[in-house]
């Protein structure tokens, strides 16, 4: 299983239509967050099919297969890494320090959102978490978002502290992509603590943005929900 026979396959399952979708989808456009990002119209099972197929591929092989301009290469890439380390094909030390070494390339929310939790979530959730408080405080839209989302590692463990840290730190950002992912790591605590949930809310919604808010509030009464986005 090589390099060169992963892409002849991908390229037998090409679908225009699928990819002109995904490009508006995804925001590829001038100006926008995933500008000049390609398309090629994979679903994301077909992809994850393929990514397991070629598990054995080499990091050098992956970081080639990260490091394409097409998006359905780079997601395969980070669906292969999430296998090696959830199945012990690699030193999970190696694809967390490989992973995070790659981050330019791990650029828009569903490459963030399918691979952050199970690699950097899951390798820190024991250690130190430094490196996801210098992650909030990048440039880079996507390592803020890969701070926030590896939380949801930690939430399914119900430990939530650190992502209430976090939650904090970004209150005043700027990016949508990031109140979104804010407010659903938000949500899921409630999920599982609706009291934690509630103490964050009230110490902090006044400085919510709006779009933070909602998502986090989603699960609440449409009578609550009306109060918060009142008030």
């Known amino acids: 299983m090589t390099l060169n026979k992963l ?4 390229s037998k399952e090409k679908d225009e239509k699928r990819a002109e979708v995904n490009k508006r989808f995804f925001k590829s456009g001038k100006g926008e967050y995933g500008e000049g990002d390609i398309f090629i119209g994979l679903s994301v099972p077909k992809c994850r ?3 397991i197929k070629y598990s054995a591929l080499s990091l050098g092989e992956v970081q080639k297969l990260l490091s ?7 997601l395969i890439a980070l669906e292969i890494l999430v296998y090696k380390y959830e199945n012990n094909l690699e030193n999970k030390k190696n694809i967390f320090e490989f992973y995070l070494s790659n981050t330019k390339f791990i650029n828009n ?3 963030v959102d399918l691979s952050a939790e199970y690699i950097v ?3 820190l959730f ?3 978490k430094e490196i996801l408080y210098d992650l909030t405080k990048s ?3 996507w390592e803020r978002r890969i701070a926030i989302v590896s939380t949801f590692n930690f939430i399914k463990r119900r430990k939530f502290k650190d992502t209430l840290k976090l939650a904090k730190i970004l209150l005043n950002d700027n990016h949508d992509l990031i109140h979104k992912a804010v407010g659903w790591m938000l949500r899921e605590i409630g999920k599982r603590d609706e009291e934690i949930l509630r103490k964050f809310l009230n110490d902090n919604y006044k400085k919510m943005p709006r779009t933070m808010l909602r998502y986090a509030i989603e699960r609440f009464s449409q009578e609550e929900r009306k109060g918060f986005m009142r008030k």
Do not use: V, Y
């Not at 394409?68 to 780079?74: D, M, P, T």
């Open 7 to 10: 892409r002849e396959e991908i």
């Open 49 to 51: 099919k393929i990514a």
């Open 68 to 74: 394409s301009k097409i998006h359905e290469e780079r």
């Open 109 to 111: 929310w569903d490459l």
């Open 121 to 123: 979530g899951d390798f």
């Open 126 to 128: 024991d250690k130190d």
């Open 139 to 141: 440039s880079n839209l």
